[in-house]
C-alpha cells in the first residue's frame, strides 16, 4: 500500500466521531457477527489507521501520533484515541471527485441512522483544524443496527450519496453511500466503526493487541485489507 506524506499528515487530523474516547479490548456477549470489508474498491484504498488501544494521551501534532494498534504498530497504523478504521482513499479528492467507490454494509442488519446533505470537501488548514469551507463539521453518516446489538457505523460519506433510509433492512453488501470528507475529516476516506452494548467501541481486527476473535470474515495479513465473506 502507498502512502504519501501529505496523506500521512492529513491523518494526523483524519477524524473523530466525539462519541467514544477510550476504545477498550471488549470480549462482551454481543453476538460476534462476521464483515466483510465495507467498500467495494479495496484498489483504490491506500491506507489504513486504526483503533488506537493504549491509554496514553498524546498532546499536540506528535501527540496525536502516539498509539498502538490491535498488532502492536504505531502511526501511522492508528492515530491517538482513534475510536474507528479509516480506509484511505487513494487519490483524494481527485478520485472522489472521478467516481467515489462505494460503502457497503458489512453485514445485514437494519438501517438506525442515515444522514445526508452535509458539505463534503471538508480539508485540514496547515495548522491542523479542520475546515469544511467555513461551515459546521458534520458528517454524513450511516448506523445499522446487528443481530446480537452491534452496531457498524459509516462516516465522512459525500453528500446526496446516502442510498438507504432508517428503518430499512440492508443485507451484507447494500450499498450504503460513497467515500467522501464531510465532518470531521481531512481528506477522503471511511470511518468505519463498531460497538457493542452502551455504545463500546471494538476494534474488528483481532490481535494481541485487540481481542482474540477477529469480526473480519477475512481480516488479512497486517499490511493487507480485510477480504470478503465467503
Ligand atoms: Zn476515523
Known amino acids: 500500500m502507498r502512502m504519501t506524506v501529505p496523506v500521512l499528515m492529513a491523518g494526523l487530523v483524519a477524524c473523530a466521531t466525539g462519541s467514544v474516547d477510550d476504545p477498550v479490548d471488549s470480549d462482551t456477549d454481543t453476538l460476534h457477527v462476521r464483515f466483510a470489508f465495507p467498500i467495494d474498491a479495496p484498489e483504490l484504498i491506500n491506507g ?17 501520533m502516539a ?22 482513499l487513494d487519490g483524494g479528492f481527485d478520485t472522489m471527485d472521478a ?8 453485514a445485514a442488519g437494519v438501517v438506525i441512522t442515515a444522514h445526508d446533505g452535509e458539505y463534503d470537501r471538508c480539508h485540514a488548514t496547515l495548522s491542523g483544524e479542520i475546515d469544511c469551507n467555513g461551515g459546521p463539521i458534520r458528517a454524513n453518516y450511516v448506523e445499522i443496527a446487528h443481530e446480537g446489538g452491534a452496531v457498524t ?4 460519506l459525500m ?13 451484507q453488501g447494500t450499498p450504503l453511500g460513497r467515500i467522501g470528507s464531510s465532518g470531521n ?11 457493542v452494548g452502551e455504545g463500546v467501541v471494538v476494534d474488528p481486527y483481532a490481535g494481541p493487541y485487540s481481542q482474540p476473535e477477529s469480526w473480519w470474515c477475512d481480516q488479512g495479513a497486517p499490511h493487507e485489507l480485510p477480504g ?3
Not at 467516481?99 to 458489512?106: E, K
Open 99 to 106: 467516481g467515489s467507490p462505494t460503502v457497503l454494509a458489512a
Open 153 to 156: 457505523r459509516y462516516l465522512h
Open 185 to 195: 475529516s481531512s481528506v477522503p476516506h471511511l470511518h468505519f466503526e463498531l460497538q
Open 67 to 88: 498509539c498502538t494498534n490491535y498488532d502492536g504498530r504505531g502511526f501511522p497504523a492508528c492515530y491517538d484515541g482513534h475510536d474507528g478504521s479509516d480506509f484511505l
Open 159 to 171: 453528500k446526496d450519496s446516502v442510498a438507504v433510509q432508517e428503518g430499512q433492512t440492508v443485507a
Open 228 to 230: 470478503p465473506c465467503p
Open 48 to 64: 489504513v489507521m486504526g483503533v488506537d488501544h493504549d491509554a496514553l494521551e498524546g498532546e499536540g501534532l506528535i501527540g496525536r
